[in-house]
Nanobody
Framework: QVQLAESGGGLVQAGGSLRLSCAASGRTFSSYAMGWFRQAPGKEREFVAGISRSTGTTRYADSVKGRFTISRDNAKNTVYLQMNSLKPEDTAVYYC???????????????WGQGTQVTVSS
């Protein structure tokens, strides 16, 4: 079993930046693809970014391309989401998750963190 803990959320003005971290327990972190999702009030959980387990291939939602960057440090069992040029519509609870492949479908991920709140003021 894998336990995930997100951190780094907070309140930021539009145009600002935040870096989210997701620390994973266990010694098999490098064998998992990792994804970031977000969920705003009254909306479904949506894919934000993903990174493969070995090659580091990344994938992004169109809404964040060019602004967000996902990366991982397997030695630290941690995945990051650097968020720049933040917009009010980025406001949501952000979750990290583990899976076998990078996918935009939440159901393909096995373990989830508790989430961290990101609020972008206009």
């Amino acid at each position: 079993q894998v336990q995930l803990a997100e951190s780094g959320g907070g309140l930021v003005q539009a145009g600002g930046s935040l870096r989210l971290s997701c620390a994973a327990s266990g010694r098999t972190f490098s064998s998992y693809a990792m994804g970031w999702f977000r969920q705003a009030p009254g909306k479904e959980r949506e894919f934000v970014a993903g990174i493969s387990r070995s090659t580091g291939t990344t994938r992004y939602a169109d809404s964040v391309k060019g602004r967000f960057t996902i990366s991982r440090d397997n030695a630290k069992n941690t995945v990051y989401l650097q968020m720049n040029s933040l917009k009010p519509e980025d406001t949501a609870v952000y979750y990290c998750a583990t899976g076998n492949i990078v996918s935009s479908t939440p159901g393909t991920y096995h373990y989830w963190g508790q989430g961290t709140q990101v609020t972008v003021s206009s």
